[in-house]
């Protein structure tokens, strides 16, 4: 079991640290900085995550415009949370180092084919 603590705040980075997590999330839907300023860490590995508002988060551009966001955070980043919307980023995000976590949110656990052709996707 691993220990995720999601941010909204970079300036919180070095709590969560010392807290023993074993990665942060940085929900950069939700604060605005340059990342070189915010993963100056290399003890902990960062998931970065630009929420969509259909997904709860405070983004609404264009798969384009996402990628022009998150794609300066690859260099820092262990993981990118993709949202479905954004899946056609993935190969190029894995090309950049960071792997990926895909993010499709469902009302109730699907069947095995169903996951693997939300997984193929």
Same mark, same amino acid.
């Given at each position: 079991?691993?220990?995720?603590? =999601? *941010?909204?705040?970079? =300036?919180?980075?070095? =709590?969560?640290?010392? @807290?023993? =997590?074993?990665?942060?999330? *940085?929900?950069?839907? *939700?604060?605005?900085?340059?990342?070189?300023?915010?993963?100056?860490?290399?003890?902990?590995?960062?998931?970065?995550? *630009?929420?969509s508002s259909a997904e709860g988060g405070?983004? @609404?551009?264009?798969?384009?415009e996402w990628w022009k966001i998150v794609e300066p955070w690859c260099p820092y980043a262990a993981y990118i949370d993709i949202e479905q919307q954004f899946s056609a980023y993935a190969r190029e995000v894995k090309t950049r180092g960071p792997g990926v976590i895909a993010s499709l949110p469902l009302p109730d656990t699907p069947d095995t084919d169903t996951l693997y052709a939300c997984e193929k996707r």
């Open positions: 079991m691993k220990t995720v603590v =999601a *941010l909204t705040n970079p =300036a919180n980075i070095d =709590a969560a640290a010392d @807290s023993g =997590a074993d990665y942060i999330e *940085l929900r950069i839907d *939700l604060f605005h900085a340059e990342p070189e300023t915010v993963c100056q860490r290399d003890d902990i590995p960062f998931i970065v995550t *630009l929420r405070k983004f @609404s551009g264009s798969p384009a």
